[in-house]
């Protein structure tokens, strides 16, 4: 098992920047590639950003690339999301995930992680 706790989201404008973050812990965390989504209201999940397990590779949906930077830290548990040049369309839960493959590969796809954190509110005020 792993458990994953998010921290960081709050209410910024347009234009501010935040940086998620989200401990681990329970097995090896370098075990797993990590993944960010998030979810507004009434929309489905979607992908936002994912990392390989040693942090080499990183991969981004369209909407975040270029403002949203994803990374880890393996020594202390935890990986990142920091958010620049918010967007009101950026407001929604923002949960990590974990990938027992260590890759990357389909890692847009939700169904393809295996442990979730409980989630983080990010609302972005225009």
């Known amino acids: 098992q792993v458990q994953l706790v998010e921290s960081g989201g709050g209410l910024v404008q347009a234009g501010d920047s935040l940086r998620l973050s989200c401990a681990a812990s329970?097995?090896?965390?370098?075990?797993?590639?990590m993944g960010w989504f998030r979810q507004a209201p009434g929309k489905e999940r979607e992908f936002v950003a994912a990392?390989?397990?040693?942090?080499?590779?990183?991969f981004y949906a369209n909407s975040v690339k270029g403002r949203f930077t994803i990374s880890r830290d393996n020594a202390k548990n935890t990986v990142f999301l920091q958010m620049n040049s918010l967007k009101p369309e950026d407001t929604a839960v923002y949960y990590c995930a974990a990938k027992s493959d260590r890759t990357l590969y389909q890692s847009r796809i939700a169904d393809n992680y295996d442990y979730w954190g409980q989630g983080t509110q990010v609302t972005v005020s225009s």
């Open positions: 329970g097995r090896t965390f370098s075990n797993y590639a």
């Open positions: 990392i390989t397990w040693s942090g080499g590779t990183t």
